[in-house]
């Protein structure tokens, strides 16, 4: 079966730091990736997505990048935070079964920025 | 674009009620539907789905019927206990299938 995972689940980082969010799935081949920020009490804000290694979509400008290395890894960097860069970061994958794409959900890392 | 407008909250319940969450959309072409669930500190959940016009998607005592007529896709649940207490979102995937498209969330509180 197909599992995500995402770390760190916590991190707590001053204003000015880097930043470095690892998304992995297990169990396919293929994958669309995706990176959505979720403020306090908001909905989610996608924030990119990736249909292939080195293929990266920006849905939002700001000071966050995305890079995909391999094939089931997504990261998410920043070089220098915002204190709006605060929030909960959700990683996602997808892939098409029976002429359907459904999408599914990592655990999370919540993001303080001091 | 494709998009997706879902009742705001909060909605707080007493337990064994009847819950209706609405979802409508915008797309073209021929989306599929979802409710994604998510409980405080988690990821989101997929809940239920529904891929053409007349489905009925159901898990866990929840259903929703895609309603292409209304472009609607409203989440009911018969009698909703305290732990369905969650955000529920509202979501599509575009005719393209890369991007998906979600509300902004309802939280539910379930109250004893």
């Known amino acids: 079966s197909q599992t995500i995972h995402q770390w760190p689940a916590t991190l707590v980082q001053p204003v000015g730091s880097p930043l470095s969010l690892e998304c992995t799935v297990e169990?396919?081949?293929?994958?669309?990736l995706y990176w959505y920020r979720q403020a306090a009490g908001r909905g989610l804000q996608l924030l990119f997505y990736?249909?292939?290694?080195?293929?990266i979509s920006s849905e939002v400008p700001q000071n966050l990048s995305a890079s995909r290395p391999q094939d089931r890894q997504f990261i998410l960097s920043s070089k220098k935070l915002l204190l709006s860069d605060s929030g909960f970061y959700l990683c996602?994958?997808?892939?098409?079964?029976?002429?359907?794409?459904?999408?599914?959900f990592g655990p999370g890392t919540r993001l303080t920025v001091l | 674009g494709d998009s997706v407008t879902q009742m705001e909250g909060p909605v707080t319940l007493s337990e064994e009620a009847f819950l209706t969450i609405n979802c409508t959309y915008t797309?073209?072409?021929?989306?599929?539907l979802f409710w994604y669930v998510q409980y405080p500190g988690e990821g989101l959940q997929l809940l239920l789905k529904a891929t053409k016009a007349d489905d009925k998607g159901s898990n866990k005592g929840f259903e929703a019927t895609y309603r292409k007529e209304t472009t609607s896709f409203h989440l009911e649940k018969g009698s909703v206990q305290v732990s369905d207490s969650a955000v529920y979102f509202c979501?599509?995937?575009?005719?393209?299938?890369?991007?998906?498209?979600f509300g902004t969330g309802t939280s539910l509180t379930v109250i004893p």
């Open positions: 797309a073209t072409g021929y989306p599929s």
């Open positions: 996602a994958w997808s892939v098409r079964s029976a002429g359907v794409r459904e999408q599914f």
């Open positions: 990736s249909v292939g290694i080195g293929q």
């Open positions: 979501a599509l995937s575009g005719w393209t299938g890369n991007q998906f498209y």
């Open positions: 169990g396919t081949s293929n994958p669309n």
